[in-house]
């Protein structure tokens, strides 16, 4: 009986930076030579040769810095399409500056490489065609470590600039094992996700998960603190990692992360109503969403309490009137009152103090009632909602669920008509 034999595949070999500086002469100064080089004979060349590539090549004196753009490119992961273009555009900056690459800071690399795609046109004349060298500069700036700050370029596919330094295999291979992970957990497939673990790989300057560290995603995280969503992937992608049992202590961020979220909540409100807000969070029996949205108005009540009437912690300690006055309060609202101060993206910081569109005026009394009734507190406290519920309505009442609030006078309260 024949038994079928499988090829055991080799492991693949650790990732090695492809660029020895050592080799190199870095001397950040040019020669005569290769200023005359660079300012008269590449022009010159440029207007007869057939080709970019024969037209540097054809160029005398200047291969000293030839060269190590030639490796770096060489150890690319690429198409090759716009990699004599690159060099070109690298060669002209040394001459327009009269300094070798060697020697440039990083705003001269910045503003060789632009922080967006518009900024990069914007830099270079002639205007490049399709914007692909953009990519293949900031991957050459990075092999010869004269740029690795991936993160202060701006707008770069971080995947793609992963794939032309590490290799596509080998970064398809680790960005796979974190998105079939996250995928069996019914997440959809992210590109956001793995933006981030390729910004990981190149802030690390390594292309394994099994090197990143708490540390770094921490690090990383700091660097965007007005970017709830992009703390959301770390979170996931710590969730992620600790399955895989890269990371064994991975609940330490999201220690950092509910702390600092839970300050900001909180912030605003007296002790007593915060106490009281997460003994209630605790315990309910609400759905995650409407625990999540009924706490949150709740706070906001807490916030205005202290602001206006800070005598008063408790729900207990509501009356009629109070109750009045916050519905009024909170038909006056904009957006950005009474809300916990966390820092938010430029985008969403201009809707800030702006009305709110469309919002019942009832709904953050409903849900502070529903605080109370979903199980615990005080069953005879005064609930704001409740207090302003029309004395004779019942369950299947024809009073529009949101109409006017009637005290028991038959006037409006607070002029909400």
Not at 303 to 321: A, D, F, G, S
């Amino acid at each position: 009986m024949s038994t079928a034999t499988h090829a055991i595949e080799p492991a693949p070999s650790p990732w090695r930076w492809p660029i020895r500086l050592t080799d190199y002469d870095r001397t950040g100064t040019l020669s005569r030579r290769e200023r005359r080089g660079l300012v008269v004979d590449l022009k010159h060349a440029m207007s007869c040769a057939y080709s970019v590539r024969a037209a540097i090549n054809n160029v005398h004196g200047i291969e000293r810095l030839c060269k190590p753009l030639e490796d770096a490119l060489a150890a690319m992961d690429s198409g090759r399409r716009y990699d004599e273009s690159a060099e070109l555009m690298i060669l002209k900056s040394c001459a327009r500056t009269g300094t070798v690459f060697w020697s440039w800071d990083a705003s001269v690399w910045r503003r060789l490489l632009g922080t967006t795609q518009q900024v990069f046109f914007a830099a270079h004349v002639p205007t490049p065609k399709a914007g692909g060298e953009r990519h293949v500069l900031i991957a050459i700036a990075y092999l010869l470590r004269c740029c690795t700050d991936i993160p202060a370029l701006g707008e770069v596919q971080r995947v793609g600039i992963a794939e032309k330094v590490f290799g596509r295999e080998r970064v398809g291979t680790a960005l796979k094992r974190v998105t079939d992970v996250a995928m069996g957990w019914g997440y959809r497939h992210s590109s956001a996700l793995e933006c981030v673990v390729a910004e990981l790989f190149l802030i690390n300057q390594h292309p394994e998960l099994e090197a990143l560290s708490m540390e770094l995603i921490e690090s990383a995280k700091r660097r965007r603190p007005d970017c709830p969503y992009r703390s959301a992937l770390y979170c996931q992608l710590c969730r992620v990692l600790e399955n895989l049992g890269i990371l064994a202590h991975s609940t330490r961020t999201h220690t950092v992360v509910d702390r600092a979220l839970r300050e900001a909540r909180l912030a605003g409100t007296s002790p007593e109503w915060a106490s009281m807000v997460e003994r209630w969070e605790a315990t309910s029996s609400l759905t995650a969403q409407t625990r999540t949205h009924t706490r949150d108005a709740i706070l906001k009540a807490g916030r205005w309490l202290q602001k206006t009437h800070p005598q008063i912690t408790t729900p207990q300690e509501w009356t009629r009137e109070l109750a009045a006055e916050y519905v009024g309060a909170v038909s006056r609202m904009k957006v950005g009152d009474y809300v916990g101060r966390i820092p938010v993206s430029p985008v969403l910081s201009a809707s800030l103090y702006q009305p709110v569109p469309g919002t019942p005026t009832s709904m953050p009394c409903e849900r502070s009632s529903r605080m109370l009734r979903s199980g615990t507190g005080s069953p005879d406290a005064l609930i704001p909602f409740d207090l302003l519920r029309h004395p004779g309505r019942s369950k299947h009442s024809s009073v529009p669920r949101h109409g006017p609030l009637r005290t028991t006078f038959g006037q409006s309260s607070c002029g909400l008509d």
